[in-house]
């Protein structure tokens, strides 16, 4: 079961979800429904619902398959996760020393702290 934690959190939160909305539509009253009926209105049929959210997430997960891959290759997504790295190194280098007691230095300039020190 240890292999399998992330896989069942996703079914219960679905479930959650798919659950919730239900008794939400099945507890409102009939004037606060809307107009279009696709899901059950007063009577909600949680197929329905299940379905149209699974295909909603899907087309979603397609479309950023998409989008990732055309507009950011291979290349070009490596590159930006090294430059995030090192940013993120030296933001945290920074933040380590202390970067609101900096002090001027005599000649009036800041000193910063790069990777090598």
Do not use: C
């Not at 659950?19 to 049929?45: C, F, R």
């Not at 009036?108 to 702290?113: A, K, R, V």
């Amino acid at each position: 079961w240890k292999t399998n934690n992330a896989f069942g959190r996703f079914i219960l939160l679905t479930y959650n979800l798919t659950v919730l909305y239900s008794w939400t539509m099945a507890n409102k009253q009939v004037e606060d429904l809307p107009d279009y009926d696709d899901e059950g209105g007063d009577h909600p049929i949680i197929f329905e619902i299940a379905f149209h959210r699974f295909l909603g997430v899907s087309f979603g997960v397609i479309w950023a398959v998409i989008i990732t891959m055309s507009l950011f290759p291979n290349s070009a997504r490596s590159r930006i996760r090294r430059g995030l790295s090192i940013l993120w190194l030296r933001m945290g280098i920074i933040w380590h020393s202390g970067p609101l007691a900096y002090e001027v230095v005599e000649n009036n300039e800041y000193q910063l702290i790069g990777i090598r020190d």
